[in-house]
């Protein structure tokens, strides 16, 4: 059976930080470029971040570049998200999603995804 499981979604203070992960199983996440999404209440799920497959091309969105880390671990089958000075603005569902990859330094955050995590929630609040 196919899942991708995240976890490490909270509560935290404005200025705190969290680290999200996000681990495949019964798929092989090195053939996967990787992508991080979010959606806040009301509004459209956005992408926030993505990496390659072998962890060589990166992309930010804008409002979380210097403050967000994207890296992925694929023996271990997994995906980081290093989330530091959290603002009110990142609270949201975040998800992981893999797009099948054959180009190891591609990743495209406005691609479709094959498969999607059930999202883990960021509360940022004081």
């Known amino acids: 059976q ?5 976890s490490g979604g909270g509560l935290v203070q404005p200025g705190g930080s969290l680290r ?7 798929f092989t996440l090195e053939y996967y470029a990787i992508g991080w999404f979010r959606q806040a209440p009301g509004k459209e799920r956005e992408g926030v971040s993505c990496i390659s497959r072998r962890g ?9 570049k210097g403050r967000f880390t994207i890296s992925r671990d694929n023996a271990k089958n997994t995906v980081f998200l290093q989330m530091n000075s959290l603002k009110h603005e990142d ?10 990859q ?5 990743c495209d955050i406005s691609q479709g995804y094959d498969y999607w995590g059930q999202g883990t929630q960021v509360t940022v609040s004081s």
């Open 2 to 6: 196919l899942q991708f499981v995240e």
């Open 20 to 26: 999200l992960s996000c681990a495949a199983s019964g």
């Open 56 to 64: 060589g091309k990166t992309y930010y969105k804008d409002s979380v």
């Open 91 to 100: 609270t949201a569902v975040y998800y992981c999603a893999a797009d099948y």
């Open 102 to 106: 054959p180009i190891p330094t591609m």
